[in-house]
């Protein structure tokens, strides 16, 4: 069998208006609006509002996961500060390839390090997102203060933030990547960003 039929090809491809619809429903998830800073339901005049600013937001890229050319998720980024990319993703979908979560972690390190003016990636999480604080810590990301957070019906929560400085990222893929299950270090080898 062919790496390809193997493991899944992982294309990101900017947002399109043909992807607009997909998208709105993915964010409109309960599971997805639940780890968002933002958990109201988003409209359609607001969804679409928010696309017409991205158009002309030179500070974010917003890109479409694609996994055998099928739209599943989506990864974002935003211009913080200087040399600072901030990011965050979701899938949408939940029958994907196991793993894909670990992919959306690579492809993310993987394009802020390919942009040379970039130094450090930021992420935020908040504090009861248990899958995704373990996944940053098995990447290595550097824990900063806490951030105030805020109360979801009885829980009270803290938004926790992270570095990952991209010198790290470009020197110790490979030795991040051998500390991964096999398939994730062999599927990370198809991910491609159209620009």
Not at 1 to 11: I, L
Not at 40 to 60: C, K, T, V, Y
Not at 136 to 161: A, C, S
């Amino acid at each position: 069998m062919t790496p390809a039929k193997q493991y899944p090809t992982t294309v990101f491809r900017p947002l399109s208006e043909a992807e607009l619809e997909q998208v709105w429903r993915w964010r409109n998830q309960d599971d997805i609006r639940r780890n968002m800073h933002n958990d109201a339901p988003i409209s359609w005049a607001e969804h679409l509002g928010w696309f017409e600013q991205l158009q002309f937001d030179l500070s974010r890229r917003f890109f479409v996961f694609y996994q055998n050319n099928r739209p599943v998720g989506v990864l974002n980024f935003h211009q913080r500060s200087s040399g600072v990319l901030e990011w965050g993703c979701y899938l949408g979908e939940h029958n994907v390839w196991p793993g894909s979560g670990l992919l959306l972690e690579i492809a993310a390190l993987d394009y802020a390090a390919m942009q040379s003016d970039q130094h450090t990636l930021y992420a935020e999480v908040l504090s009861f997102n248990h899958s995704v604080l373990k996944m940053h810590q098995l990447f290595g990301y550097h824990p900063q203060p806490d951030l105030p957070g805020k109360q979801r019906g009885d829980e009270v929560y803290q938004v926790k933030v992270f570095h990952y400085p991209l010198a790290d990222w470009r020197a110790n893929r490979d030795e991040v990547l051998k500390r991964l299950p096999k398939q994730i270090g062999a599927a990370a080898a198809f991910i491609q960003f159209n620009q």
